[in-house]
């Protein structure tokens, strides 16, 4: 709950603290003193969109602190966590308003943004009045009414999973199908290209090695006659012969020459292993390059035909094989195709069936809490001096979507006899408040950590219907915290703490103080609340008579 709020420099606030308590808070004042004012602050520091001039004229900055006590099941934790900021049993927010407009926020001590205490002001902060429009004026919101007073959160997101897994499965169907209709599309040219490529069946690195032989026998007759006329130079009659006869020669003369022949007799000696290795590597060259004169004809046919295939299909001759293999998957996968598409359009209608069946439950739920819905507004209207308005929760078909397939909308008649229609243009002001009153008693009970603030919700109301519209916010601060803003004396009277709102105006400047008031101070304002500026003995009676005994002094 909001335990204090501390303004600075804020239009007509140059400094304010205030403490709150649990319970009803109520504050009043003469119109124009500055209630708003303490609103706009506290949604100022709270992240809502609001008026962009804020700051006390002649101030550098305006600064809102507002801080609050947090349970531990508290929803603001979720949000801190999420947002990755300081978590505990106490929120201190802090937002700053430059007078150039630039607005800086803080979150436990930490920078934070504008999205980020929006986000914590949902778990912390109620705000309505006479003409709210988040929940009763917009029939898009009555749905999300009814589902909290049902407590359709698992139902929900059971038709959201659903409403996904659909969705999902549907994309998929859809997709499968595109992709199997565009390979039909061209099922005869694949057909047609793989059994080409099937036939002529190229492989990787086939190319090079093709050319490469092609090369080699396009030159072979010609380097073949030039190897072998130096294979029988190098042989018998040949190199080979003369270094044969040298060898003998000198042979027959080593023992006379004293050792002066032996170095070169053995150079010769290796030199004629050196010419045995070479002529032996020749006559292999010369295998090589004997070959049958139609395998020249076969390879240029292969090599062209891998060329030619390979510019059809825009790719190189390396990437035919892959290039199969691809064609082939497309049509793989068109005739397993048939299959699939009738596993997933299974898969599409198991997902509408289980997404119509948890819609079901959902507005079956719906449909049972509207009844009781409408009696337990009826209950509260009641004592509000609104028995024979007729409040109806109406339930429709909608196109379906993650939130069901309901059309939620609060309609109401309220006289006897009149035509029912939708509550924003039924209802007058002060009836409006009243059926907001009695809608925010059923949908709060069980609910903790918030602060509702009702900002002059009883306007239009008076006598007996103001006292019965104190008496349920009374019952609604039970166990909780509740601020409201009236001109109501009824409605002051059952506060549990009060604070009377000021103007005034000192050294040429418009000032707004809030202040805390004690049993005596409580009985003037309300006085004053009952007779005006002139409070007259009668006036303080009747207060004391509206305060009870329990402010009695």
Known sequence: MLRGLDISDMLIIDRLELAFQPGLNVLTGETGAGKSILLDSLGFVLGWRGRADLVRQGAAQGEVTA?????????????????????????????????DGRKTAWVNDRRCSGEVLRAL????????????DRG??????????????????????????????LGAARKAAARAAQDRAAIAAEEDFLRHAVAELDKLSPEEGEEATLDARRRMMQSAEKIRTDVVTAYEMLGQGGAETAMGDALRWLDGVADKA??????????LGRAMVELDEAMEGIVAAIDTMSFNPHELEETEERLFAIRALARKHDVMADELAGFADTLRNKLNALDAGEAAQAGLEKAV????AAYDAAAAALTAARSKAAGKLDKAVAAELAPLKMERAVFQTQI?????GPEGVDAVSFTVATNPGAPAGPLGKIASGGELSRFLLALKVCLAKGQTGLTMIFDEIDRGVGGATADAVGRRLAALAEGGQVLVVTHSPQVAALGAHHWRVAKSVSKGMTLSTVTPLSPDDRIDEVARMLAGDTITDAARAAARELLGVRFAV
Do not use: C, Y
């Open 67 to 99: 801080w609050f006590d947090l349970p531990e099941d508290h929803g603001a934790h979720a949000v801190l966590t999420d947002a990755g900021l300081p978590d505990g049993p106490e929120l201190i927010l802090r937002r700053i308003n430059g007078s």
């Open 121 to 132: 002001s949902e778990t912390l902060v109620e705000l309505h009045g006479q003409h709210d």
């Open 136 to 165: 009763l004026l917009d029939p898009k919101g009555h749905r999300t009414i009814l589902d909290e007073f049902a407590g359709t959160g698992t139902l929900r997101a059971t038709v959201r999973q659903a409403w996904t897994a």
């Open 258 to 267: 004293d050792g002066a022949l032996e170095g070169p007799m053995a150079a």
């Open 349 to 352: 209608r198991e997902g509408q």
């Open 396 to 400: 429709a078909p909608e196109t379906a």
